[in-house]
């Protein structure tokens, strides 16, 4: 894709997600992980410069923009088991995982979880991560 060129972008429905994706569905896959209340169309500025070599997919993650409200709160596992489960409804084996802040500690819980699903993690303006000591969850959990 040359400079100006637009690339193809579509919200779909991936189980009780809902997706931004773009790119080639054949190639390999980009997922985007987004922060703390935002949505997938943070990465929107981004999919020009990838789509021609990625097959991009930036989630709204549950509970979040158009994504459905989960039962109960997922906590930092079923926020990383919910992308192992997009994966599953798009047909993708592996994935170079890029998360950004929040995103960056699902996806690095991903890694933990799911290791032999990643080709690559790219954490981005992240932590190691919140919530994954009981105590320290319950803290957080009562402000």
Do not use: K
């Amino acid at each position: 894709m040359g400079a100006g060129d637009e690339a193809v972008t579509t919200r779909v429905r991936r189980g009780p997600l809902s997706v931004v994706e773009a790119g080639d569905p054949t190639a390999p896959a980009l997922v985007l992980l987004h922060g703390i209340g935002s949505s997938g169309d943070a990465f929107l500025a981004q999919v020009p410069a990838f789509a021609d070599r990625w097959h991009l997919l930036a989630p709204d993650a549950p509970g979040y923009g158009e994504s459905d409200d989960p039962a109960a709160a997922p906590g930092i596992d079923g926020f990383a088991d919910a992308v192992a489960r997009l994966l599953d409804d798009a047909g993708i084996d592996r994935c170079v995982l890029l998360g950004v802040s929040w995103g960056g500690v699902i996806a690095t819980r991903f890694a933990l979880r799911h290791p032999d699903r990643l080709r690559a993690l790219v954490p981005a303006d992240t932590s190691r991560g919140s919530g994954f000591d009981p105590e320290r969850a319950a803290m957080m959990a009562e402000r």
